[in-house]
């Protein structure tokens, strides 16, 4: 359970990660502003659910 946690943390963490550089190179591209918002979003619930992940796996460690 804890190995299948720290892949989704990992995942959701690169998830992350991902969807930021996709909004900074479109930003310096000049794209749209409805882009930039979906993937505002996107980072957003990303980060969440990384965090989210992160302090479950931190309980189920330390138990």
Known sequence: ????????VV???LGT???LAA?????A???S???SNALMRWR???QGAA???FMLLITLMRG
């Open 29 to 31: 591209r000049g794209n």
């Open 23 to 27: 909004g900074l190179i479109g930003m």
């Open 44 to 46: 957003v619930v990303l």
């Open 51 to 53: 965090l989210v992940l």
């Open 11 to 13: 995942a959701a963490m």
């Open 1 to 8: 359970m804890k190995t299948f946690l720290t892949f989704l």
């Open 17 to 19: 990660l991902g969807v």
């Open 33 to 35: 502003g409805a882009r």
